[in-house]
Nanobody, 112 residues
Framework: QVQLVESGGGLVQPGGSLRLSCAAS????????TTWYRQAPGKEREWVAQ????????GYPASAKGRFTISRDNAKNTVYLQMNSLKTEDTAVYYC?????WGRGTQVTVSS
């Protein structure tokens, strides 16, 4: 069964950090492009980080560049999203996507 499970979300103060995890089962993440998305209430889903299957090539939109880092642990079949200098506007449900599969998401709330 192909499945993605996100974890690591929570409540953090502005300026804080969180690391999200996306664990895969049923397929190998290192053979897939993996993308982190987020969706805030009333807004469309947007991508925030991507890692390619070849090498460690990564990409970020302007809103995430310099603050978010995507990485992959092939031994654990897991992709991570390290988020630093969090802002209130980063509040959203964060999803990972790979091989036409979506996880259920993990809530990130940035608030004082």
């Amino acid at each position: 069964q192909v499945q993605l499970v996100e974890s690591g979300g929570g409540l953090v103060q502005p300026g804080g950090s969180l690391r999200l995890s996306c664990a895969a089962s049923g397929f190998t993440l290192s053979n897939s492009v993996t993308t982190w998305y987020r969706q805030a209430p009333g807004k469309e889903r947007e991508w925030v980080a991507q890692i390619l299957s070849t090498g460690n090539n990564t990409g970020y939109p302007a809103s995430a560049k310099g603050r978010f880092t995507i990485s992959r642990d092939n031994a654990k079949n897991t992709v991570y999203l390290q988020m630093n200098s969090l802002k209130t506007e980063d509040t959203a449900v964060y999803y990972c996507h790979a091989r036409s599969t979506w996880g259920r998401g993990t809530q990130v709330t940035v608030s004082s």
